[in-house]
Nanobody, 129 residues
Framework: QVQLVESGGGSVQAGGSLRLSCAAS??????MGWFRQAPGKQREGVAA????????KYFASVKDRFTISQDNGKNTVYLQMDNLKPEDTAMYYC????????????????????????WGQGTQVTVSS
């Protein structure tokens, strides 16, 4: 079973950038996703990557600001977050699943991640205004 370790969270001012990393052991799974959960809110999918890193999906509110990518040689998935807003403040989690998890990624509403099988411990992102 894949094990996931996130890093790269921190505190920034609005408009700033952060890059989150998710190290997968032993290797990246078929579908990798980033999710976030703010206090008192449901978990929501931010982005997903699959097909060896060739295909991606994004939550509408981050599509033009966040970029998901993967380095197969390093077994690491990244989430580059630019132009951060206070509403991006949350705990961010990396998740892994089969290809079905990415193929069924919800576009009709927030993706909740029910088909993702493995989760990291999370890394906190705080954006101040």
């Amino acid at each position: 079973q894949v094990q996931l370790v996130e890093s790269g969270g921190g505190s920034v001012q609005a408009g700033g950038s952060l890059r989150l990393s998710c190290a997968a052991s032993p290797v990246i799974d078929s579908c990798m996703g980033w999710f976030r959960q703010a206090p008192g809110k449901q978990r929501e999918g931010v982005a997903a990557i699959y097909a060896g890193g060739q295909r991606t999906k994004y939550f509408a509110s981050v599509k033009d600001r966040f970029t998901i990518s993967q380095d197969n040689g390093k077994n690491t998935v990244y989430l580059q977050m630019d132009n951060l807003k206070p509403e991006d403040t949350a705990m961010y989690y990396c998740a892994a699943g089969t290809l079905m998890a990415c193929n069924t990624w919800s576009f009709s509403g927030p993706e909740r991640g029910s088909r993702f099988e493995t989760w990291g411990q999370g890394t906190q992102v705080t954006v101040s205004s």
